[in-house]
């Protein structure tokens, strides 16, 4: 079936790391993406990640794949009061017929304190 | 940075009524889909679109909804007579290439906030 699972909150300290982590099914995938949304706003793409890398780091962001476990996570370094957000992992569904489709988990509502 | 834009950015309509949400994608890209996430729900996929057909739907896309490009800029999504558990917010998104490398990222615009009484 088609599930991508995510914890739904996570409250971290500001200059502290936030892990956020995700699991997904289907092992066709070709990509994998975090989305922020913002309050009230649509979905941004953060980053993604090709199905063959481990790893992938972009300035404070580090995505860690483990693809037997079907596993994502992504860590925010130095976590801000402006990356407070609702965070998507999201799969690309297979492409056989030719078609591509995101697969959403439900979002992980990441709240930043002082 | 060209971007997916959307209007309305809010819709409130009554119940019965026909509405038109629109987008209009990144210029250079010929897949297009729509999304709908009901308020505090996962974010679901509803139909794909490419060279004027769908090419793929979900069960939550019946008969009561349609896509069309009517102009090359435009993309829209119909509901012919909503109910009000059609009540979401709508994302049009946009890609390159259907599969095949980066070209395939979705790119969303901000969606359309629909209310149905």
């Known amino acids: 079936g088609e599930d991508v699972e995510q914890s739904l909150f996570l409250s971290v300290r500001e200059g502290d790391s936030s892990v956020i982590n995700c699991t997904y099914t289907?092992?066709?995938?070709?990509?994998l993406y975090w989305y922020k949304q913002e309050p009230g706003a649509g979905l941004q793409l953060l980053t993604y990640?090709?199905?063959?890398?481990d790893m992938k780091q972009d300035q404070r962001l580090t995505v860690l794949l483990n693809k037997k476990d079907k596993h994502l996570s992504l860590r925010i370094a130095d976590t801000q009061t402006g990356d407070s957000a609702i965070y998507f992992c999201?799969?690309?569904?297979?492409?056989?017929?030719?078609?591509?489709?995101?697969?959403f988990g439900a979002g992980t509502r990441l709240a930043v304190h002082p | 940075e060209p971007e997916v834009t959307q209007t309305p950015s809010h819709q409130v309509t009554q119940m019965g009524q026909e509405v038109i949400l629109r987008c209009v994608p990144i210029?250079?890209?010929?897949?297009f889909y729509w999304y709908r996430q009901i308020l505090g729900q996962k974010v679901e996929f509803l139909v794909s679109?490419?060279?004027?057909?769908?090419?793929?739907k979900s069960e939550i896309f019946d008969d009561q909804f349609s896509v069309e490009r009517p102009d090359g800029s435009n993309f829209t999504l119909k509901i012919r007579s909503t109910k009000l558990e059609d009540s979401a917010m709508y994302f049009c998104?946009?890609?390159?290439?259907?599969?095949?490398?980066?070209?395939?990222?979705?790119?969303f615009g901000p969606g359309t906030r629909l209310l149905v009484l």
């Open positions: 990640i090709f199905s063959n890398m």
């Open positions: 210029s250079n890209h010929l897949y």
């Open positions: 999201a799969e690309s569904k297979g492409v056989s017929g030719g078609y591509n489709k995101l697969i």
């Open positions: 998104a946009s890609s390159e290439r259907l599969a095949g490398g980066l070209l395939e990222t979705q790119y």
């Open positions: 289907d092992s066709s995938s070709t990509y």
């Open positions: 679109f490419y060279n004027n057909e769908i090419s793929e």
